[in-house]
């Protein structure tokens, strides 16, 4: 494991200065990502047809809390190995750990710990939630951790990370419970699309540092990366999450055939963006600071929740097979 050379830094800040550096590792701004849970509270309510009670409120709180609270030993964790790297990069040096203004023995301390918080408090909602935080907490560990860190090798490293997405999706569709077995479909669709966001993210960091070598220091896998091999693998990444979301709505929900133009507009204002500099891409934790991006995800959101709640027939007989159904 990568550590720091905070010996000669430490001792000349105070405590408060050491303090504020764990509740920073903690990344506590970057809990709006789990608004990728919430899709998977709504889609099981609208096919049970039901309101949250108290009940489910109660639970969607302790549930969203538990989320936050296992990404942030993700991030800790992050933050601790990925030190040396950091003093590389031309923004991230002024993380907390990249500056020394961490204890690196208390941090290990608080990654275990805030896990272990996070499982207890999911361990009240139910099983499969809890089993489903563990997974993600173990993908933060396959991420980071050598020998395998998986952030090293190119493709991988985003396949790796944005496999949180369906895991965020089917913690909110626990959160629900546990009476009904989330889609294949949907979950491929998710993770897809999630490598497409992550690629783009890459994308735009290789773009603002500007310099394979030098990026190559800071980022391993960008020995193999180039603009062009990143911008085609978003574009697979892309094609396969809404080839596996339109296979969910042919078979689930036809009426979202209907939010494939709002979905799409998403992902193309998102892919503009990305060749901003030192764009809200690379920072994924800021898009609120996007107007663009934030109208068209909330009229994204609205379309879609209006098309769950509402039946329209006549998709269903505009869309009738007019060949023969195989197996039919």
Known sequence: MHTTSDSKVLPSLSP???????????????WTKNVFVLPGIAIPLTVLKSWPDAALLSRMVLGIVSVGLIASSNYVINEVLDGTYDRLHPTKSSRPVAQGRVLLPLAYVQWIAVMMIGL??????????????????VMGCIY????????????????????NNPLRLLAGWYIVGEQ????????????????????????????????????AKYRPSFRSYSERSLLVSAMFYGSAGMLFFGAFIMRYRMELVLAFPAVALVMAIYLHLAFEPESVVVNPEKLYKEPR????????????????????????????????????
Not at 16 to 30: N, Y
């Open 180 to 215: 009904l077995v989330p889609p294949l479909s949907l979950l491929l669709a998710y993770w897809m699309v999630g490598g497409y966001f992550m690629a783009l993210k890459r994308f735009g960091e290789f773009r603002d540092i500007g310099n394979q070598t030098l990026a």
């Open 120 to 137: 207890l408090a999911a361990s009240h909602v139910n099983r499969s939630f809890m089993i489903t935080l563990g997974i993600l907490w």
């Open 16 to 30: 408060r200065c050491i303090l504020h550096g764990h509740v920073q590792i903690l990344r506590i701004d970057h």
């Open 144 to 163: 980071n951790i050598p020998p395998v860190r998986t952030k090293n090798v190119p493709f991988l490293d985003v396949l790796s990370e944005s496999v």
């Open 293 to 328: 991006l934030i109208v068209s995800i909330a009229a994204c959101v609205f379309v879609i929740a209006v098309l769950l709640r509402y039946d329209i027939p006549a998709l269903h007989r505009i869309f009738v097979p007019t060949l023969p159904v195989a197996g039919g």
